[in-house]
């Protein structure tokens, strides 16, 4: 059993920045996979960055290469989520992510063992 827990999101104006945190407990190990989805008011949920808890590749949507960071801290077994040059359409429910294998989560048919329970970012211009 995994738990997560989201911290962070919140009001910012266009082209601000917010840093989410995603505190992770339970059962893990190296290989697997965190990562962060977000979900709009009558979209789809999709899926944003992920990372694994052992080497240094990343993953991003396309939407937010550039802008949008993902990293851990194995020691305080925390992911977070830097978000930079914020635009009104990344106003979303942003929720935090486990799986076992990173290919299942950056599928466009993806795959998610464990969610937090959401925080609210909201872009304003």
């Known amino acids: 059993q995994v738990q997560l827990v989201e911290s962070g999101g919140g009001l910012v104006q266009v082209g601000g920045s917010l840093r989410l945190s995603c505190a992770v407990s339970?059962?893990?190990?190296?290989?697997?996979?965190m990562g962060w989805f977000r979900q709009a008011p009558g979209k789809e949920r999709e899926f944003v960055a992920a990372i694994r808890w052992s080497g240094s590749n990343t993953y991003y949507a396309d939407s937010v290469k550039g802008r949008y960071t993902i990293s851990r801290d194995n020691a305080e077994i925390t992911v977070y989520l830097q978000m930079n040059s914020l635009k009104p359409e990344d106003t979303a429910v942003y929720y935090c992510?486990?799986?076992?294998?990173?290919?299942?989560?950056?599928?466009?048919?993806?795959?998610?063992?464990?969610w937090g329970q959401g925080t609210q970012v909201t872009v304003s211009s």
């Open positions: 339970g059962r893990i190990f190296s290989s697997y996979a």
């Open positions: 992510a486990e799986n076992g294998r990173v290919q299942n989560m950056i599928s466009p048919i993806y795959e998610v063992d464990y």
